[in-house]
């Protein structure tokens, strides 16, 4: 019986209202992974801390300037979880960012999410606050989360669908994107152990469709597919509290995003202590 579910979310910002891209990226990849640990205890708490090549958030390098490839990130991540019950879970935490190259940038976000498990099945429903130091800009998002987990023996796969809604404020009034847009984001992970539970691989695909939520570089904001992601993350477990992760992804978008080429490829590498 899994007794924890722990949503490990180095959640950021998305994309995008001019053409000084603002916020936050997929050095969450792994940011909206479901990662399931056993555990007897009532609460759970993680510190990770780690570094981007590239601030890639829903299809949009978000750092990215005239002048080069676009700007890492240097982040760290704080998050408690209570264990309610044996399937249900209370996440709490904040995520710090700041740019490497583009030094002035710096990002807060607050989140929090409760889980109920069904057997391998897991539904979350969240909340985010977003933001932005230099500009200064933040927001206000909800989303909710499905993901089931197949155990194949040699490698589990899940399979995930979460919906993101932005509630505001409009851009207008210093929102980070358009008020009631939102993100869709169909993903498959996968987990391969290569060494015992110590070593694994963990691919994964996702598809994201945007509503209003990313603008193209003419400044519009449209609705229709956002995004293609594919990418391989290696999990070194080193003892029972700290962890190495690092991994390679690679994006595909067809709209133009703002700041951000058809092609992109990025990387990265964490640490985490988990108590």
């Known amino acids: 019986m899994k007794l924890a579910t722990k949503i490990l979310a180095v959640l950021g910002v998305a994309a995008v209202v001019a053409s000084n891209p603002l916020l936050a990226g997929d050095g969450k990849t792994f940011k909206d992974k479901v990662i399931v640990e056993e555990t007897s205890k009532w609460w759970g708490a993680s510190l990770s801390t780690g570094w981007d090549s590239l ?23 704080l998050d408690f979880t209570w264990n309610i019950t044996e399937n249900d879970f209370l996440t709490v935490g904040t995520w710090v960012a700041f ?9 807060l976000d ?52 979460t919906y993101f809604f932005n509630v505001g404020p409009a851009t207008e009034e210093q ?3 358009p ?23 963990d691919p994964w695909v996702s598809f994201g469709t ?16 956002n995004d293609l992601q594919v990418g391989i993350g290696v999990p070194i477990k080193i003892n029972d509290v700290i962890s190495l ?31």
């Not at 740019?99 to 990002?107: F, I, M, N």
């Not at 169909?186 to 539970?197: L, N, P």
């Open 55 to 77: 601030y890639m958030f829903r299809g949009v390098n978000v750092l990215r300037n005239d002048m080069s490839y676009g700007s890492g990130i240097y982040w760290t991540n």
């Open 99 to 107: 740019g490497t190259q583009k030094t002035d940038y710096k990002e």
């Open 110 to 161: 607050v989140f929090t999410s409760y889980t109920h498990t069904f057997g391998d099945f897991s539904l979350s429903v969240g909340y985010i606050f977003y933001y932005v130091w230099s500009s200064p800009l933040y927001s206000h998002e909800l989303n909710v989360s499905g993901a089931y987990e197949f155990d194949l023996g040699f490698m589990t796969i899940t399979p995930s669908l």
């Open 175 to 177: 929102g980070i994107a």
């Open 179 to 201: 008020e009631a847009s939102s993100y869709l984001l169909a993903r498959i992970d996968g987990s391969i152990a290569i060494y015992k539970d110590v070593i694994s691989l």
């Open 210 to 225: 945007n509503f209003r939520y990313n603008a193209n570089e003419d400044g519009h904001f449209f609705n229709g597919a």
């Open 245 to 275: 992760y690092g991994y390679g992804a690679y994006s595909y978008q067809w709209y133009d995003l703002v700041g951000t080429r058809p092609s992109t490829f990025w990387g990265g590498a964490s640490v985490i202590f988990s108590f």
